[in-house]
């Protein structure tokens, strides 16, 4: 939720929005709001009438085609496809997505209809904040023309930004927390008392129970038009509370004395790969010269690793237990060595280290 410091902390529960609620009560004084909605339409008079379908706290919808589009409107061909949802033309400027703050801001505290979730992409693709195909997405009142998303000051680019926010999701705060999501979304929280207690209903329509309600063919053929544009809920996947993390299963490796990761954040963790400031520097347990280029690794199952010249391919990776050296450790015994370009079309099969290659197909040229 802090889109707007100069420097992040991972390690501060302020840092991120609060999983207990939708999110647009994070900010408590809002919460009154909607739930005097919910109560005025529970006493409207016309609640009687046909078509008629109860209270709500939200008069929009957390996930859309909308929402997504309005997201992914830099990248074709969500492009296209959101110009075509807009009648043709992209949306006005102010209301474009811009800006990361400036969104938060919308969601969480200023916009009673603007209730919408963080999509996937938003956590592994940062082509979706940079404006490459240069679309004129409009100039906004204060000038600005619309073209890459604002970023927040503690990202100084879009790759940086997907990976800092990666870490956020997957962060030890996030783990413990993220059951209490759940229940809002998939969980007891979604419909019933839990859901009016949680200022977490949506307009009745959206859920998939309702559907199977009797009704005529124009209001059934209303309301998938207003699913396909307004939002559709998850259906109910647990009517209890959702089990919350063991913290100590998932308890992360210390990493106390290594350098920082990145200097506008604290509380990034390095990745686990060999030469990670993590863990121990790497050291050479094992070599020996090959008599050709090894070209590509081959992991097999028993964790030992094979290298295998170009224009090689490998079938079958069982346990090794051969004694004799060889292409980073012996060929597996029941395995099969392919390899062709030597010159004359032919593709070649080795079954064992001793054995002879032999001459299978001659390949089309």
């Known amino acids: 939720s802090d889109y707007r410091s100069d420097h992040l902390d991972l390690t501060n529960p302020a840092s991120f929005r609060d999983l207990r609620k939708p999110i647009a009560i994070q900010n408590d004084k809002n919460r009154e709001k909607y739930e005097m909605n919910y109560k005025l339409l529970e006493m409207d008079e016309t609640s009687c009438l046909p078509g008629h379908m109860g209270p709500y706290h939200y008069s929009s919808h957390y996930s859309n085609t909308g929402i997504v589009l309005h997201l992914m409107v830099r990248l074709p061909p969500f492009t296209q496809e959101f110009v075509k949802f807009q009648d043709g033309n992209f949306d006005l400027a102010d209301r474009s997505f811009h800006s990361l703050a400036t969104s938060w801001d919308m969601v969480s505290n200023v916009s009673t209809s603007d209730v919408k979730e963080l999509i996937p992409q938003l956590f592994y693709l940062p082509e979706m904040f940079q404006n490459e195909e240069g679309f004129a997405l409009g100039k906004r009142q204060n000038g600005k023309d619309v073209d890459n998303v604002e970023l927040p000051p503690w990202a100084p680019d879009a790759r940086i930004f997907v990976k800092i926010h990666r870490q956020a999701l997957e962060s030890s705060h996030v783990k413990q927390e993220l059951s209490h999501w759940i229940d809002l979304v998939f969980g007891f929280k979604q419909r019933g008392s839990a859901a009016i207690e949680a200022v977490n209903v949506f ?32 259906l109910q996947l647990f009517t209890s509370p959702h089990p919350l993390a063991d913290m100590e299963l998932n308890r992360e490796k210390e990493t106390s004395g290594t350098s920082q990761v990145y200097r506008t954040v604290t509380g990034l963790k390095w990745g686990n790969y060999v030469g990670s400031p993590a863990y121990p520097s790497p050291y050479v347990v094992w070599q020996q010269i090959q008599p050709f280029q090894v070209k590509s690794l081959v992991r097999l199952d028993s964790n030992q690793v094979i290298g295998l010249p170009a224009n090689t391919l490998l079938i079958g990776s069982n346990l090794i237990k051969l004694p004799e050296p060889g292409f980073l450790g012996p060929v597996p015994p029941t395995s099969t060595l392919l390899s062709w370009g030597l010159g004359n079309s032919t593709l070649y099969c080795k079954t064992s280290r001793q054995g002879d290659e032999t001459p299978l197909t001659l390949l089309p040229y």
């Not at 859920?207 to 038009?225: I, S, V």
């Open 203 to 234: 307009h009745p329509a959206t859920y998939a129970h309702n559907l199977d309600k009797p009704q005529d063919d124009l209001e059934r053929r209303a309301r998938q038009t207003m699913i396909a544009t307004y939002g559709q809920t998850p």
